[in-house]
């Protein structure tokens, strides 16, 4: 099982960002994946995730309406299209995927990409 994580970067205020999360060994479409961040001096929180049982997708109140989670089957690549970013956007975000259908919390986490990092600042 493999995740690899890319597209973070340096970016203003108010712009965007399209991360992706390339997995490989194993067939995304029947595992819960999600998309987490850790801030500097703090805890990896969760950020959104898309549910193995019916698609569905789920945001923490800090992203919603800014951020799109997404996934590709023929490609095993799920993405997180991040938009009007803010300072407090910034950190390491990192893929991971669970047995569980949906993945909320990093305790569910069986296998994690090696993250990327997001900086907004101006």
């Known amino acids: 099982v493999q995740l690899q994580a890319s597209g973070g970067g340096l970016v203003q205020p108010g712009g965007s960002l399209r991360l992706s999360c390339a997995c490989s060994?194993?067939?995304?479409?029947?595992?819960?994946i999600g998309w987490f961040r850790q801030a500097p001096g703090k805890e990896r929180e969760w950020v959104t995730c898309?549910?193995?049982?019916?698609?569905?997708?789920y945001y923490a109140d800090s992203v919603k309406g800014r951020f799109t989670i997404s996934r590709d089957s023929a490609k095993n690549t799920v993405y997180l299209e991040m938009n009007m970013l803010k300072p407090e956007d910034t950190g390491v975000y990192y893929c991971?995927?669970?047995?569980?259908?949906?993945?909320?919390?990093?305790?569910?986490?069986?296998?994690w990409g090696q993250g990327t990092l997001v900086t907004v600042s101006s």
């Open positions: 060994g194993f067939t995304l479409d029947y595992y819960g």
């Open positions: 991971g995927v669970g047995l569980d259908p949906e993945v909320v919390h990093p305790s569910q986490i069986g296998w």
């Open positions: 898309i549910s193995s049982s019916d698609g569905g997708t």
